[in-house]
């Protein structure tokens, strides 16, 4: 599938074969082209918690409006955000790259960080929504069809998943085999009302 197709056939879907199962090269595949989402300064802030758990996904199902989703999709990732990604051992981050560049970027990412906690989360949640869409649109051109969330409780999830004090839950994305269309799309804004042209008047 050519990526303006999946583009256009993505859409949210609720309802999942729960007997269908994907294989370990197939959430390899996933994740792999997920990791290829870019990131401020390549720190790579965002964590895959991949749930397969029954048990755990019933929990984290309660804690999410009891959307049935969450516990029926072939997979549960939940995107976290890594908010001091930039501090843990900055310098692998460019390890690969000539010495000058590493030279220069290393020590910006300090700078550009530290002491700047809602610059630190607000990179993190980009990061994720990128990866996320990442997921979705790799998912689709397999065949899979996905479900981006929001709707759950953060500090329950955050409990439930035993997350580090400096992470914290972004999103969910539920992939599987879709077994009910979505609905129609409840309306489109034109490309007049959402594109600007130089400045707002």
Known sequence: MQV??????????????????MTEKEIHELLSHAIL?????????????IVTDKALRQKIRAVSWGQAQVEEASLLIVLVADLMAWHKNPSRYWKDAPKPVQDYLVPAISQYYDGKPEVQRDEAMRSCGMAAMNLMLTAKS??????PMDGFDFDK???LLNLPSDHMPAMFVCVGKGIKEAMPRGGQLPLDQVVIQNQFK
């Open 157 to 159: 999830v955050s409990s």
């Open 4 to 21: 303006k197709e999946a583009v256009q056939q993505r859409r949210s879907i609720k309802h999942f074969d729960t007997n269908h199962v």
């Open 142 to 147: 397999m065949g899979y069809d996905t479900c």
């Open 37 to 49: 989402s870019p990131t401020a300064f390549n720190i790579q802030n965002w964590r895959f918690v």
